[in-house]
């Protein structure tokens, strides 16, 4: 398998994305979906950010079980999920506006999520610090994607189309989703507040080039792709055959194995025999003192045992070299020939502008 590490320098109609992207851009304070935590100070009780899906997922979710596994470990203590529509960027806004982040830490930082708290708090705030008391020599040496390793991996996969079988075939490229066989086939999670949403979108930046992205996806929304506010709605959409294609995760199968359900309806495509990488982790915000209760936890989700089932309960791969999947699940992970993977020195550059300019082309129709 090839790395191509690039360091090189419901359906929206315009009027309904115009409305998504002034609700909940990441520019936006958002309020939250669920927040289970509170202000209190109680010692024993450990607050950590997540996003919906990693806690309520239509598909299959980790949360429910990390919970009791981790108060079963530690008698006494409590873990509370605080989940926000906007997921880290509502943390980033509060360090930003000084106010109570109420939560410890956040599992489910991506590099594009580090990218842009580094950008909007600057040099002087940080919103992650790093945390000792915890061996990470298991972890995967091509996962770290924070050069200070402030946020250890805990999870990865990679961003593909999963496709259902029974109604197309394979798209086996870029171009190939423009055809009139794909029209209004392809569902996507918005780029502008959800991580695959945003990796796909610099995915097909990789494959055009930057001079010729925009173009490429003028004929992409001229073809009907829809886009959606939550990776959640694209995947309840897909299930429920509204369209045949999703913007999902390569680990798709696991999930459909599981649950009991078809393959065939449950495949996945590379296009252009890529994939772009999908890696995660578990960050301590820097105004948290709970410094050896967050240690535990960061240790408790690197263990072999917690990462083989977080792995299957979010259709993901293992971020520890001693954890593999469970025999039954490891030909359902797919790979792809060729890794596709920004830099965070190139998203520090660019993801900002990159995303920006998509909105106005969204929005431009």
Same mark, same amino acid.
């Given at each position: 398998?090839?790395?191509?590490?690039?360091?090189?320098?419901?359906?929206?109609?315009?009027?309904?994305?115009?409305?998504?992207?002034?609700?909940?851009?990441?520019?936006?304070?958002?309020?939250?979906?669920?927040?289970?935590?509170?202000?209190?100070?109680?010692?024993?009780?450990?607050?950590?950010?997540?996003?919906?899906?990693?806690?309520?997922?239509?598909?299959?979710?980790?949360?429910?079980?990390?919970?009791?596994?981790?108060?079963?470990?530690?008698? =006494?203590?409590?873990?509370?999920?605080?989940?926000?529509?906007?997921?880290?960027?509502?943390?980033?806004?509060?360090?930003?506006?000084?106010?109570?982040?109420?939560?410890?830490?956040?599992?489910?930082?991506?590099?594009?999520?580090?990218?842009?708290?580094?950008? +909007?708090? =600057?040099?002087?705030?940080?919103?992650?610090?790093?945390?000792?008391?915890?061996?990470?020599?298991?972890?995967?040496?091509?996962?770290?994607?924070?050069?200070?390793?402030?946020?250890?991996?805990?999870?990865?996969?990679?961003?593909?189309?999963?496709?259902?079988?029974?109604?197309?075939?394979?798209?086996?490229?870029?171009?190939?989703?423009?055809?009139?066989?794909? #029209?209004?086939?392809?569902?996507?999670?918005?780029?502008?507040?959800?991580?695959?949403?945003?990796?796909?979108?610099?995915?097909?930046?990789?494959?055009?080039?930057?001079?010729? /992205?925009?173009?490429?996806?003028?004929?992409?929304?001229?073809?009907?792709?829809?886009?959606?506010?939550?990776?959640?709605?694209? /995947?309840?959409?897909?299930?429920?055959?509204?369209?045949?294609?999703?913007?999902?995760?390569?680990?798709?199968?696991?999930?459909?194995?599981?649950?009991?359900?078809?393959? #065939?309806?449950?495949?996945?495509?590379?296009?252009?025999?890529?994939? /772009?990488?999908?890696?995660?982790?578990?960050?301590?915000?820097?105004?948290?003192?709970?410094?050896?209760?967050?240690?535990?936890?960061?240790?408790?989700?690197?263990?072999?045992?917690?990462?083989?089932?977080?792995? +299957?309960?979010?259709?993901?791969?293992?971020?520890?070299?001693?954890?593999?999947?469970?025999?039954?699940?490891?030909?359902?992970?797919?790979?792809?020939?060729?890794?596709?993977?920004?830099?965070?020195?190139?998203?520090?550059?660019?993801?900002?502008?990159?995303?920006?300019?998509?909105?106005?082309?969204?929005?431009?129709?």
């Amino acid at each position: 398998m090839r790395r191509e590490s690039l360091t090189r320098s419901g359906s929206l109609t315009r009027r309904g994305y115009l409305a998504v992207a002034g609700a909940g851009g990441f520019g936006v304070l958002a309020g939250c979906i669920s927040s289970v935590g509170s202000s209190s100070s109680n010692d024993d009780t450990l607050r950590i950010g997540a996003a919906d899906s990693y806690v309520n997922a239509v598909s299959t979710s980790a949360g429910d079980w990390i919970k009791k596994e981790f108060e079963k470990q530690y008698d =006494g203590v409590t873990l509370k999920w605080v989940v926000k529509e906007n997921e880290v960027n509502e943390f980033i806004q509060r360090r930003k506006g000084d106010a109570p982040l109420k939560a410890d830490g956040y599992v489910g930082v991506t590099p594009t999520d580090l990218v842009r708290a580094e950008r +909007v708090l =600057g040099d002087d705030t940080d919103l992650f610090e790093k945390y000792g008391n915890v061996d990470t020599s298991n972890v995967v040496d091509d996962y770290w994607f924070d050069p200070k390793k402030r946020v250890v991996p805990t999870g990865s996969s990679y961003v593909c189309i999963v496709y259902d079988g029974t109604k197309i075939e394979e798209p086996e490229s870029f171009d190939a989703l423009l055809r009139d066989e794909y #029209e209004n086939g392809l569902l996507l999670a918005n780029p502008q507040t959800t991580v695959t949403g945003l990796d796909f979108l610099l995915w097909t930046i990789s494959a055009k080039g930057q001079k010729n /992205y925009l173009d490429y996806w003028k004929q992409l929304l001229a073809n009907g792709v829809r886009v959606v506010k939550s990776w959640n709605t694209a /995947y309840s959409a897909f299930e429920s055959g509204e369209a045949p294609m999703v913007v999902s995760y390569s680990t798709d199968q696991i999930y459909a194995v599981d649950e009991g359900k078809s393959i #065939e309806k449950h495949r996945i495509a590379f296009p252009n025999d890529e994939g /772009y990488a999908y890696v995660s982790g578990l960050g301590k915000f820097a105004t948290t003192d709970r410094d050896d209760l967050f240690a535990k936890f960061a240790r408790f989700l690197l263990t072999p045992r917690v990462q083989r089932r977080t792995a +299957v309960l979010n259709v993901g791969i293992p971020a520890v070299k001693n954890a593999s999947l469970p025999k039954k699940y490891r030909s359902y992970a797919k790979e792809p020939d060729s890794i596709v993977q920004y830099s965070t020195d190139e998203l520090r550059k660019h993801a900002s502008e990159w995303r920006s300019t998509w909105a106005r082309q969204v929005a431009s129709g």
